[in-house]
């Protein structure tokens, strides 16, 4: 993650425990802009995921995800706790398995 994280192209923010209950906790989403600029949304659940392409779906999808980055760090804080994360678990032996 922290590799990932400086690329040009990846924001990495992390939700805390701390924040409670948020709409990501719903499940996985993705919102991708094609190339010809329309703009579709992705959502997994247990049993398989969903393509979203309805424009006020999307929208909504759109806002949830706005909705989570409200309760997110910032980038430079989660960088911070992911390496801090990591630092704690370098001698935890149940990490190492």
Do not use: C, H
């Not at 990501?24 to 991708?32: K, N, R, T």
């Not at 430079?76 to 704690?88: H, K, P, V, Y």
């Amino acid at each position: 993650l922290l590799d990932m994280s400086e690329l040009p192209n990846v924001y990495i923010q992390v939700v805390p425990e701390r924040a409670g209950w948020y709409p990501g906790l719903d499940g996985a989403l993705v919102i991708l802009t094609k190339p010809i600029r329309t703009v579709v949304g992705y959502v997994e659940a247990q049993f398989g995921g969903r393509l979203i392409e309805d424009p006020a779906e999307v929208v909504d999808l759109a806002l949830r995800f706005d909705q989570i980055r409200v309760k997110a760090l910032s980038e430079d804080a989660s960088r911070a706790l992911i390496l801090n994360t990591l630092e704690m678990m370098r001698d935890d032996p149940v990490a190492q398995e």
